[in-house]
């Protein structure tokens, strides 16, 4: 064989490897085995349905976990009247795809409300492997909706065990996969329920007694995706006559994010939106909580922190929901 | 290009003049192309996995908590391992880049872990460094022309100074000290055996076997200290490897093993620190073992096509290797082709794997 045939050849082959595994995955595509996606799908279907039903003009909250575990849309519309969905699933999902989907949530003379994860300032959009998962078993059509590139990714982020795990379920499916949570826990302002202080185990408050400082709060870079992402949703929603309003998401106090590093992080994250004309409410601090208040994760308060920080929202939310009301 | 082969503008230049190395060889593209998939393999497959069961026994130590004796070694072997994998899989990838350009790049791994005496892994061990050391260094300051004595302080000297070279730390200078020392008791052992009338050059297997074993357990406790992040870090491994931190035992045989608590047995699991199943860890790290004692390296692997420029130092090595492994050897065919092409796939997949999110919830 001659060296020139060899390159070929390698060539080639590369192209048939590829095509073959791309091909595995397409036929893996909808065979769902994690209850982490299966969970997230029902939290999507669910806030959904609440979205289309809701006429007049919303807030609606748009971020991961720490907004479905700690905001009470339920106790907004009770003491103000103001139509409220809280739209909050998963910050694993990254921003690019949180933002994406609230798309469909929103209509003119809604008000979103951002109080996303820190992670997400920072984010590469490179998709992990919580939105692998959830897009390749629950919203293939995802994959036609973005970018080739984008796509690409997706698709070859999915690990060999997960791909075997797939080959493994086809021919003997589970009889039931296990959530980490219970989408009928969800009320109908799209608020969780279940994280109850009372109902707090042993693994929930060993996980919650080993958390320490969140390192990454440090980090901030001016030019990461996850920002870019953020400008372009601001800036769609603007055309769009939706109002957008940012705050902090809660997380546990720790003493070091009052050192300079953590506060620069803080402060950069409040002159990004403050470029942008958006309005950010509070300061970070404010929605920092003992750990006695969360319930199993850094990001998840539990019902007597979700008291807690509805109230402290809606004192500072309260000249914001006057506008949703006038434009009723 | 820091990792290296470290490379002397002589070996270049000549290259660099011959007009011929400008045009496009398919030789030169297909062996750089093969050399260049199987660094990047080693380096993404092999060392990036391994570091596994290296990290958190290391990051473990610098915190204070001591590995038992299972957890020592499976650290310091892992790391090991990494280390070898890592630093030679990124010297094929530049020798694989440079040979598709036409440039032939010095050898600079050859089977370290093979080696029967310390004097031996520093000729397979980072060899263009080893050569750099020797040439700028150890014959300047005299080599061993001035005597015993002095030919032991240089030898001293030069591997402190290579030490350094590595980074500015304690550990570092510990670790180049201690290849030192390695490296005169070697010596004075040779010089030993010379005057009571051994003939050096005519050794048995046992002679080798024990040589080799010996010189793999100095160069695994070297490299604790290269990798350790501070000295107390490192005795800690130490000395759990010697079996002061205890040996921790799988759950199942708590019951059977309750009457050891006094001699310091804990079944506490196998693996306490770096919490994965122990089958993982007893696959992987003889796997990598066995391909790094026993098979050939790349250079032996595609000695019919003179991937390196000093190949003859790679060359002696093959004198260890079997008929199967010579009749193996590369050449361009479909096999190699679809391999290689594979291994490529493989490669680029894992480096595409989607990051693990720090946002996993788990069934509480």
Redesign the interface.
């Known amino acids: 064989?001659?060296?020139?045939?060899?390159?070929q050849?390698?060539?080639l082959?590369?192209s048939?490897?590829?095509i073959v595994?791309i091909s595995i995955v397409f036929l893996q595509i909808g065979i769902a085995t994690s209850?982490?996606s299966l969970w997230i799908h029902e939290l999507y279907t669910i806030k959904s349905s609440i979205a289309k039903t809701i006429e007049t003009p919303k807030l609606v909250i748009v971020s991961?976990?720490n907004a479905l575990f700690g905001i009470s849309c339920k106790m907004i519309h009770e003491e103000t009247q103001v139509s409220c969905l809280n739209g909050a699933t998963?910050?694993?999902l990254g921003v690019k795809y949180i933002l994406n989907r609230a798309h469909s949530f929103v209509k003119p003379g809604d008000t979103v409300l951002l109080p996303l994860?820190y992670?997400h300032y920072t984010s590469n959009n490179?998709?992990?492997?919580?939105?692998?998962n959830y897009v390749l078993e629950q919203d293939p059509k995802y994959l036609i909706s973005m970018d080739i590139f984008h796509s690409i990714?997706?698709m070859?982020?999915?690990?060999?065990n997960k791909i075997a795990e797939k080959i493994s379920y086809r021919f003997k499916p589970p009889k039931a996969i296990?959530?980490?949570?219970q989408s009928k826990n969800i009320n109908k302002f799209g608020d969780e329920t279940g994280n109850l202080k009372s109902e707090r185990?042993d693994?929930?408050l060993n996980?919650l007694t080993q958390l320490k400082p969140d390192r990454n709060l440090a980090n901030y870079n001016n030019n990461s995706n996850g920002l870019q992402t953020i400008k372009d949703f601001i800036s769609w929603c603007n055309s769009n006559n939706i109002k957008v309003i940012a705050t902090w998401p809660n997380t546990i106090w720790f003493d070091v994010y009052q050192e300079q590093k953590q506060q620069h992080f803080f402060q950069s994250i409040k002159y990004f939106y403050e470029e942008l004309s958006i309005p950010v409410l509070g300061e970070a601090e404010d929605f920092m909580y003992d750990k006695s208040m969360f319930y199993?994760?850094r990001?998840h308060l539990n019902d007597v922190g979700v008291r807690q920080r509805t109230q402290q929202l809606l004192d500072l939310l309260n000249p914001y929901l006057k506008d949703i009301n006038n434009y009723k | 290009m820091i990792a290296g082969p470290i490379v002397h503008h002589k070996e270049v230049m000549p290259q660099f003049e011959d007009k011929s190395t400008y045009r496009f060889n398919?030789?030169n593209?297909?062996?750089g192309?093969t050399i260049f998939s199987l660094g990047l393999f080693k380096k993404v497959i092999f060392a990036d996995n391994i570091a596994a069961y290296a990290t958190p026994v290391f990051t473990a130590a610098s915190k204070g908590i001591e590995p038992t004796l299972v957890e020592a070694w499976v650290g310091a072997l892992a790391y090991t391992l990494q280390l070898y994998f890592d630093f030679s899989g990124y010297s094929d990838m530049a020798i694989g880049i440079a040979r598709m350009f036409g440039i032939k790049l010095p050898i600079n791994f050859n089977s370290p872990y093979k080696a029967i005496s310390i004097s031996d892994f520093w000729r397979r061990w980072h060899i263009t460094l080893s050569n750099f050391l020797r040439d700028y260094l150890y014959i300047p300051l005299g080599g061993s022309r001035k005597g015993e004595i002095r030919r032991n302080l240089n030898l001293l000297i030069t591997m402190l100074l290579g030490g350094l070279w590595h980074g500015a730390g304690w550990t570092f200078v510990f670790w180049g000290g201690l290849h030192g020392t390695y490296l005169i008791i070697n010596h004075q052992w040779r010089s030993l055996r010379k005057r009571l009338g051994h003939d050096l050059k005519n050794t048995n297997w046992f002679d080798r076997g024990c040589g080799w074993l010996l010189t793999f357990i100095a160069v695994v406790i070297g490299w604790v200290f290269f990798r350790a992040e501070n000295m107390g870090a490192a005795f800690v491994i130490v000395k759990g490897m010697i079996g002061f931190n205890g040996i921790s035992v799988g759950e199942a045989l708590s019951g059977k093993l309750g009457f050891l608590q006094n001699l310091n047995i804990q079944p506490n699991g196998w693996l306490p620190i770096i919490a994965t199943k122990p089958t993982d860890v007893i696959l992987f790290i003889p796997f990598l073992l066995i391909i790094a004692w026993f098979t050939p390296n790349t250079q032996e692997w595609m000695e019919r096509h003179n991937p390196v420029l000093n190949h003859n130092v790679a060359n002696k090595s093959l004198t260890d290797n079997t008929y199967f492994w010579k009749t193996i050897r590369w050449?361009?065919?479909?096999v190699?082709?679809?391999i290689?092409?594979?291994l490529?796939?493989i490669v680029?997949?894992m480096i595409?794997?989607?990051?693990?999110?720090?946002?996993?919830?788990?069934?509480?």
């Open positions: 064989m001659t060296y020139l045939k060899y390159c050849t390698i060539i082959s590369l048939f490897w590829c595994f209850g982490q991961g976990s998963h910050a694993g994860e992670a490179i998709p992990g492997s919580v939105l692998v990714r997706i070859t982020g999915i690990s060999f296990k959530t980490p949570y185990n693994k929930h996980n199993d994760t990001y | 398919p030789e593209m297909a062996v192309i050449e361009p065919s479909n190699y082709a679809l290689v092409s594979a490529i796939l680029l997949k595409l794997d989607a990051p693990e999110s720090e946002f996993l919830y788990f069934n509480f």
